[in-house]
């Protein structure tokens, strides 16, 4: 099912939900009300869509967060960091990967910085961004969870009733299995927003991967 652009509101944030491209990836640009500071999960989507969102709002873009290097989620990183200053941010695992995930006709593969570790927090206004280092789907695997608004940016770690593929070049099951119960730790309420698809809940993951036994 694709989803259309639309616009979700937890509590102190305002999320801009973007999907783009042949595999309906999802871009997220998160905005502190209060402060109304913008941070950026993935760049899979036209950098020209991001760009006129934030002219639009009126936002100035402080920092681009990707949850893994595969293109689809990185294919903008590069030409939305030069229009907007931003710096774009990865774990080093998934930088290191980079050159193997790219796709040569898409030109020039972005410049992501190897500052993303597990536990990183990084502040959006009067919120913080907290960075999972979630390995399995690629060894760089990052989800980023926003306690005070009860939501968490999955990439393709996890999704509505599935979990990420680990059959690509430093897939790993059984570090997606420990990943996955790590996030199963989290709250029942906190909204999952996953890197294709919709969302759901950890609660309700939870369920899922037990029954599968998962975890």
């Keep these: 099912m694709k989803l259309s652009n639309d616009v979700l509101e937890y509590g102190p944030v305002v999320v801009f939900r973007i999907c783009c491209g042949p595999l309906d990836s999802l871009c997220y640009l998160v905005v502190e009300k209060e402060s109304g500071e913008a941070v950026l999960i993935d760049s899979g989507c036209p950098a020209e869509v991001i760009v006129r969102t934030l002219e639009d709002l009126g936002l100035q873009l402080r920092l681009i967060l990707a949850t893994h290097t595969h293109?689809?989620?990185?294919?903008?990183?590069?030409?939305?960091?030069?229009?907007?200053?931003?710096?774009?941010?990865?774990?080093?695992?998934?930088?290191?990967?980079?050159?193997?995930?790219?796709?040569?006709?898409?030109?020039?593969?972005?410049?992501?910085?190897?500052?993303?570790?597990?536990?990183?927090?990084?502040?959006?206004?009067?919120?913080?961004?907290?960075?999972?280092?979630?390995?399995?789907?690629?060894?760089?695997?990052?989800?980023?969870?926003?306690?005070?608004?009860?939501?968490?940016?999955?990439?393709?770690?996890?999704?509505?009733?599935?979990?990420?593929?680990?059959?690509?070049?430093?897939?790993?099951?059984?570090?997606l299995r420990r990943s996955l119960s790590r996030l199963a730790a989290l709250p029942d309420e906190t909204v999952v927003l996953p890197g294709h698809g919709l969302d759901t809940t950890i609660g309700e993951e939870r369920e899922r991967l037990r029954k599968r036994g998962i975890i």
Aim: glycine content about 10%; proline content about 10%; aromatic content about 8%.
């Design 71 to 175: 293109f689809d989620h990185v294919s903008s990183a590069r030409a939305i960091s030069e229009e907007t200053h931003a710096p774009a941010m990865a774990h080093p695992a998934d930088v290191e990967m980079l050159p193997r995930y790219w796709m040569p006709h898409l030109g020039e593969p972005p410049h992501l910085e190897p500052a993303v570790e597990d536990g990183k927090v990084v502040s959006l206004g009067s919120l913080k961004i907290r960075a999972i280092h979630t390995p399995g789907h690629t060894p760089g695997s990052v989800c980023y969870w926003v306690e005070e608004a009860g939501v968490i940016f999955t990439g393709d770690t996890l999704f509505k009733g599935a979990v990420g593929r680990t059959d690509f070049a430093g897939g790993d099951p059984e570090a």
